[in-house]
């Protein structure tokens, strides 16, 4: 499968404002104290080797993941030491592929997933391949 027209559009990073110290502790707390509500899984289940290999390409292979997740969910945690820009630039040169910041993680894991099964990677395979 190739970029199938997958066109990013530009995403403006100027003016983007990490998620503080304080604001983190306080969805830790709502989440802990039963808050927040879950989206569904379903997905994310489905694609879950390919999740966890984007998770940990971002650096939160801990994470909790939806099927509404998407990637700019995690950029607001990552390094203060470095530009929203700069990392996203780094987390798709190690994916090894053009996505946009505000794709899913499932996506994400979908297209990663598919490139893997046609480069021919050991464990990659749909079940039909097997047969």
């Known amino acids: 499968m190739s970029q199938e027209n997958h066109q990013e559009e530009e ?3 100027k003016g983007l404002k990490r998620v503080s110290p304080e604001k983190q502790e306080q969805i830790r707390k709502a989440a802990l104290e039963g808050r927040i509500e879950c989206a569904p899984q379903d997905k994310v289940s489905e694609l879950e ?9 971002l650096g939160h292979s801990e994470a909790l993941v939806t099927d509404e997740s998407s990637v700019w969910d995690f950029f607001p945690f990552m390094d203060e030491d470095k530009e929203v820009e700069e990392e996203f630039e780094e987390f798709k040169s190690k994916l090894g592929f053009d996505v946009s910041i505000e794709d899913l993680i ?11 099964a046609e480069k021919g990677h050991a464990g990659y395979a749909t079940a039909k391949d097997s047969d």
């Open 11 to 13: 995403f403006n990073f």
């Open 49 to 57: 080797p390919w999740v966890d290999e984007v998770l940990e390409i």
């Open 106 to 116: 499932v996506d994400v894991a979908s297209r990663l997933w598919t490139l893997r």
